[in-house]
């Protein structure tokens, strides 16, 4: 029983994600479809990219991850199918793919070139679909698509570093929903450049000093319960997708603040990290 997971900016309002759903099962009445996000912003490279290279991993090998993110063909966006870890990824050759395999090279990777079969203005629906329900029936990506090894850079994926490698220049890639605040710079790439220095993290006008493991490691539990007046403080912590995060402990965009509201941090804002001569 194929699995197929759909990742889209279609939100929850119009018809799309649903007709997606409803195409698959007309062609495959078994299948098991998992919405992994809807609510991706739209046209959103970055955060469509971020999104799936933490989820898909938590799926069985075998699964196809449907991906409907600035999908409109043009010469310059075109369709792809690959193979990686195991995994089936059908998506816009964008960028998106860029994070994942930036980590992991594809086994195998194609040009989608069924579209002269198909008359669509709605490819994530006429072709996608088709493509995701040819590979669950045991289909090759061969017969869909001719073999290409180009994969589509998102700018700005790696953080700047500077000549006497005492500076990382990152960015924002993604805001979740808890208003968190998460960098393009992960754990290994701040490790093997600190070298175990000290350090400051500057966002805008805020600086830290300490990152820790987990959020809850901001409270002094010597201090009683009410005393100790730390909801709403800024943290820096390496999320569970070993990302550089900057969050407020227990924020919320809706009332007390965010990361995001607070410090004035958006998508593709500047952070920096400056190591500290010994």
Request: with cysteine.
């Amino acid at each position: 029983m194929a699995i197929i997971t759909l990742t889209t900016d279609f939100g929850e309002k119009d018809h799309y994600a649903g007709t997606i759903k409803g195409e698959i099962y007309s062609e495959l009445p078994d299948a098991k479809i998992v919405d992994i996000s809807h609510s991706v912003s739209p046209f959103n490279i970055p955060e469509a990219a971020y999104i799936i290279f933490n989820a898909y991993s938590s799926f069985p090998k075998g699964t196809i991850h449907l991906i409907g993110i600035d999908s409109e063909l043009n010469r310059e966006n075109k369709h792809i199918a690959l193979k990686l870890d195991g995994h089936y990824f059908i998506c816009a050759n964008n960028g998106i793919m860029s994070m994942i395999c930036a980590e992991i090279v594809p086994e195998k990777i194609v040009e989608i070139n069924i579209h002269d079969k198909i008359q669509t203005s709605f490819p994530v629906l006429d072709v996608f679909v088709r493509v995701a329900c040819h590979i669950a029936r045991g289909g090759t990506l061969e017969v869909i698509g001719k073999a290409t090894d180009t994969i589509k850079p998102i700018r700005d994926l790696v953080p700047f570093v500077n000549e006497e490698k005492n500076q990382i220049i990152g960015s924002v890639i993604y805001i979740d929903n808890y208003g968190n605040v998460i960098t393009n710079i992960k754990r290994k790439f701040f490790k093997d450049i600190g070298k175990g220095r000290s350090f400051e993290v500057h966002a805008r006008n805020y600086k830290f000093t300490t990152i820790f493991n987990k959020y809850s490691d901001i409270i002094d539990f010597d201090i009683p319960r009410e005393k100790r007046n730390v909801e709403g403080k800024g943290i820096v912590v390496f999320n569970s997708g070993n990302y550089l995060e900057i969050a407020v402990y227990k924020g919320n965009p809706d009332n007390v603040g965010s990361a995001s509201t607070l410090m004035g941090l958006n998508p593709r804002d500047t952070v920096t990290v400056n190591f500290l001569d010994k």
